[in-house]
């Protein structure tokens, strides 16, 4: 079975700092790995995703996050925060061997970024 | 061209009432994939449907929980004789199901349920 781990539960950065949100899996078959953020009250918004090919993912808002099979990471930053990008973060996997694709996501970072 | 839809927003339940939570899928999806979030935790996958097949419901709970996909209308999301452990945000994603496992599922903003 398939797990994911988001290594903090909140992070607070202040506006225009730099911030990197932590993600690892485990798997025992290889698998494509998401970000989604949640605003307040509203649903998930994919940000970005690995699928195949160059390990470095650029995304939505100036998101990106890099792939390390070794580590079993796929961990999520951005250069300089803004205030809107107060959310809550998630990381998920699906496996690749399944064809219909149901995610696993793991509990969840919640950005408070400050003046 | 309009996302995921779900109905009502927020729900209110007594406990032993019944609720149901419905999802339109994004025009030209057909299917439709529902997770519960409860309060403080990640979301958790519950059904899998397709038009008029149930194709994965192994998280969903055995009993008092049902969902379906008609041809026509809405997935509906049903759960009967709700408990105060049923409260909980219902999400309902959507994917055009002609990519494989490398396609996204496009979320709507949720049903947040309160059982009383």
């Known amino acids: 079975a398939q797990s994911v781990t988001q290594l903090d539960s909140q992070v607070p950065v202040f506006e225009e700092a730099p911030v990197e949100l932590r993600c690892n899996y485990s798997?025992?078959?290889?698998?494509?790995l998401f970000w989604y953020v949640q605003y307040p009250n509203q649903g998930l918004q994919l940000l970005l995703k690995y699928l195949s090919g160059s390990t470095l993912v650029k995304g939505i808002n100036g998101f990106e996050a890099e792939f390390n099979k070794s580590q079993t990471s796929f961990h999520l930053r951005k250069p300089s925060v803004h205030i809107s990008d107060t959310a809550e973060y998630f990381c998920?996997?699906?496996?690749?061997?399944?064809?219909?694709?149901?995610?696993?996501f793991g509990a969840g970072t919640q950005v408070v970024v400050t003046p | 061209n309009a996302g995921v839809m779900q109905n009502p927003r927020h729900l209110v339940r007594r406990r032993g009432q019944e609720a149901r939570l419905r999802c339109s899928p994004m025009k030209g999806h057909s299917h439709v994939y529902w997770y519960r979030q409860l309060p403080e935790e990640g979301l958790k996958f519950m059904v899998y449907?397709?038009?008029?097949?149930?194709?994965?419901e192994s998280g969903m709970p055995k009993e008092r929980f049902s969902a379906e996909f008609p041809k026509e209308g809405p997935s509906i999301l049903r759960i009967q004789q709700v408990v105060r452990g049923d409260s909980a945000a219902y999400f309902c994603?959507?994917?055009?199901?002609?990519?494989?496992?490398?396609?996204?599922?496009?979320f709507g903003p949720g049903t947040r349920l309160l059982v009383l």
């Open positions: 994603a959507s994917s055009s199901g002609t990519s494989g496992g490398q396609e996204t599922q496009y």
């Open positions: 798997s025992s078959v290889s698998v494509y």
């Open positions: 449907l397709q038009k008029e097949n149930i194709i994965d």
């Open positions: 998920a996997v699906r496996l690749t061997t399944d064809s219909w694709g149901k995610l696993q």
